[in-house]
C-alpha cells in the first residue's frame, strides 16, 4: 500500500470527520484506531442484557443535529436515522409535578404557564430572542477562532437584538439568568439542568450560555438518537469514509508520532510498524496524550511544557445502565415522557453539588442525568419494556468520606475503585427510586461504568473526564487547550489536534476535527502554491 497522505490517529466522531472531509478533497487517508471498533465515545452494545441496546457513552446529539459539517456528510444515505421522544426533556418536581421541555415552544409554553403563570410568556420571549441571533452564535462556536464570518453576523444580529443586552445575557451565570428570566423553579430547572452538562459552576460566567445553547437547541431541534443505537451514527461515519476510498485499521495502537526536522512525517504503531503520512497527521486524542505522550517533549517548545502542567480535566463520571422489564414508574409521569430526565432538588443545590465536586466531595444531590432510550426508540429494548442509562459527575479523587440520604453507602476517600463506583450506583439508584417508587423491582440486569471503566473502553475519556477537558472559561476559546494553542495547528508542522481538548471542546458536533481537517486542506493548499515560486527563484538563481 502507497503512504497516505493523512494519518489520522483515532476514529471519534472528531477523528472520522476529520477523514471523512480529507478524503472529500481527494486525499488518500488511513484512519488508525487502538479498540477494535470505531466511534470513540459514540457506541452501543447489547452487553447490559440480551435483547436490550444501551449506549456506552453519549447518547442524545442535539449538537450533532445543528452541525452543519455533520449534516453536510449526508449520513442518512449511510444508514443513519435520527428519531426522537415524544419530550426532549423532564424535570420532576416537587408533589408530582413536572417542568418539561416540548419540541413545540407553545407546548413548552402551555406546561410552564401551569407551574407558575407568567413563565409561559416568558419562555416564548425567550425562544424569539434566540431565534434571532442562534444561527450566527452556533456558527461562531463551531468554527476556528476567531469566527470572523460568523462572528460579525453575530454582531450585527446582536445589535439588532438588544445590544450590550443581549451580551449580559450570555455572560450571566446560569443561576443569575433563570432567575432573571422566570418565576418558577421549573424554567429555572430546565436552564440550570442543562448547563450543568458541563462543569462550568452555575453561579460563574458561561454556565448561562451553555444552558441556552443546549435548551433552545432542545426546543428548535430536539434531542435527537440515532435508530438502533448511538453506534450507528459512528457506523454511518465510517462507512462514508470507506465508500469514498478511506481506509480504517482497528486494534492498531499508535504509540509514537514521528517528528523529522520539526515535521510530522508518519507514526509508529505498537507492533513496530511504521507508517509514514505524506502530508498531515491528524490526532483525535486528548492534549496530554499529545504534548509530551505521542510528540516528546524534546520535539516541543518547552513553554509548552509549563502551560501543560496547568491543564485542567472536567470531572469524572460514574455512569450505570438498566435492563427494565418496564417502563420508569414515575410519580406524576408526564403525558409526553421525555427521552432525557434530569434529577435535582433545586437550582441551588446544584449550584453547591458543583462546588463540592471541585471541593473533592461526592455530592449529596448533584445532577443526575438519565435516559430512557426505549422511549425515544422503541428497538432498543423489548416491546413493553426500557433502555436505561444515567449518570452523575464525581470529584476525580474523593478527599473525604460522603454518606448519601436515606444511609445509603459511604464513599470513602481515595481514588475511584470498582466497589466505589457500585456504591455511587446504589446511591443514583435510590434517588431514582424517589421518583419512581418500584423502579428497582423492575430491573433485570445492571452495569456500572466507574471512571476507570470508562478510560478503558475509550482512552480520550481519562479518569471518566467526558470533555476533553474543563469547559470553563480559563479553558476555552484561546485558551483551549492551554493560552497560544486555540486552533488545530500545533507547534509541529503537518500536526493537528482534532480532539475535544482543542476548540471548541466536548460534545458530538464534530467541529474540532473539521477544523483540523481544514486546516490541513489549507496548508496544503499554500504550500502548493509557493512550491512554483521557490522553483522560479531556484531557477532565477
Not at 490526532?283 to 499529545?290: G, T
Request: glycine share 12%; hydrophobic share 45%.
Amino acid at each position: 500500500m502507497p503512504d497516505p497522505d493523512a494519518v489520522v490517529i483515532g476514529s471519534g466522531p472528531n477523528g472520522l470527520v476529520a477523514a471523512n472531509l480529507l478524503v472529500d478533497a481527494g486525499w488518500d487517508v488511513l484512519v488508525l484506531e487502538a479498540q477494535p471498533r470505531v466511534g470513540g465515545a459514540v457506541a452501543s452494545d447489547s452487553a447490559v442484557r440480551e435483547g436490550w441496546v444501551h449506549d456506552t457513552f453519549s447518547s442524545f446529539y442535539p449538537l450533532a443535529a445543528a452541525s452543519p459539517t455533520i449534516a453536510g456528510l449526508g449520513l442518512q444515505q449511510h444508514g443513519l436515522e435520527w428519531v426522537h421522544a415524544p419530550a426532549v426533556v423532564g424535570h420532576p418536581l416537587a408533589e408530582g409535578r413536572w417542568a418539561v421541555l416540548h419540541r413545540d415552544p407553545d407546548d413548552t409554553a402551555a406546561s410552564l404557564d401551569d407551574l407558575c403563570p407568567g413563565d409561559g410568556d416568558a419562555w416564548l420571549e425567550l425562544c424569539h430572542w434566540w431565534s434571532r441571533i442562534s444561527e450566527p452564535l452556533i456558527g461562531a462556536l463551531l468554527t476556528p477562532f476567531p469566527p470572523m464570518r460568523h462572528g460579525s453576523a453575530l454582531g450585527l444580529r446582536a445589535a439588532r437584538a438588544g445590544g450590550l443586552d443581549m451580551v449580559r445575557r450570555m455572560l450571566l451565570p446560569a443561576r443569575a439568568l433563570g432567575a432573571e428570566l422566570f418565576r418558577g423553579e421549573g424554567p429555572r430547572l430546565l436552564l440550570a439542568g442543562n448547563a450543568a452538562h458541563a462543569d462550568i459552576p452555575l453561579d460563574s460566567p458561561g454556565s448561562g450560555l451553555m444552558g441556552l445553547l443546549l435548551v433552545m437547541l432542545g426546543q428548535e431541534r430536539g434531542f435527537p438518537v440515532p435508530r438502533g443505537g448511538a453506534g450507528k451514527l459512528a457506523e454511518a461515519m465510517a462507512a462514508r469514509f470507506e465508500v469514498a476510498g478511506g481506509t480504517v485499521r482497528t486494534s492498531c495502537r499508535v504509540t509514537r508520532i514521528v517528528v523529522e526536522a520539526g515535521r510530522a512525517t508518519g507514526v509508529w504503531t505498537d507492533d513496530g510498524e511504521h507508517l509514514r503520512a505524506r502530508r498531515c497527521v491528524i490526532a483525535d486524542v486528548s492534549a496530554p496524550a499529545l504534548y509530551g505522550g505521542l510528540v516528546g517533549w524534546d520535539d516541543l517548545p518547552g513553554r509548552l511544557r509549563r502551560r501543560m502542567a496547568r491543564f485542567e480535566w472536567d470531572p469524572a463520571t460514574v455512569k450505570v445502565d438498566w435492563a427494565l422489564d418496564g417502563q420508569i414508574p414515575w410519580t406524576g409521569a408526564p403525558a409526553a415522557a421525555p427521552g432525557t430526565v434530569h434529577l435535582a432538588p433545586s437550582v441551588a443545590g446544584l449550584a453547591v453539588a458543583g462546588a463540592e465536586v471541585s471541593a473533592g466531595v461526592v455530592p449529596r444531590d448533584g445532577l443526575i442525568l438519565l435516559g430512557q432510550m426505549a422511549t425515544a426508540d422503541p428497538s432498543r429494548a423489548p416491546a413493553g419494556a426500557e433502555s436505561v442509562w444515567a449518570y452523575t459527575h464525581v470529584p476525580h479523587e474523593v478527599r473525604q468520606p460522603s454518606t448519601g440520604t436515606g444511609g445509603s453507602p459511604t464513599i470513602e476517600p481515595g481514588a475511584w475503585s470498582s466497589a466505589a463506583a457500585e456504591r455511587m450506583a446504589d446511591r443514583v439508584q435510590a434517588r431514582i427510586e424517589e421518583r419512581a417508587p418500584g423502579f428497582g423491582d423492575r430491573v433485570v440486569a445492571r452495569r456500572v461504568l466507574g471512571p476507570a471503566d470508562l478510560e478503558s473502553l475509550d482512552e480520550n475519556l481519562v479518569d471518566g473526564a467526558l470533555n476533553g477537558g474543563t469547559a470553563a472559561l480559563q479553558q476555552q476559546l484561546v485558551f483551549r487547550p492551554v493560552p497560544g494553542l486555540a486552533r488545530a495547528e500545533t507547534p509541529i508542522k503537518g500536526l493537528y489536534l482534532g480532539s475535544a481538548s482543542a476548540h471548541p471542546g466536548g460534545g458530538v458536533h464534530g467541529a474540532c476535527g473539521s477544523n483540523a481537517a481544514r486546516a490541513a486542506l489549507a496548508h496544503a493548499r499554500v504550500a502548493s502554491w509557493r512550491a512554483p515560486a521557490r522553483r522560479r527563484e531556484s531557477e532565477g538563481g
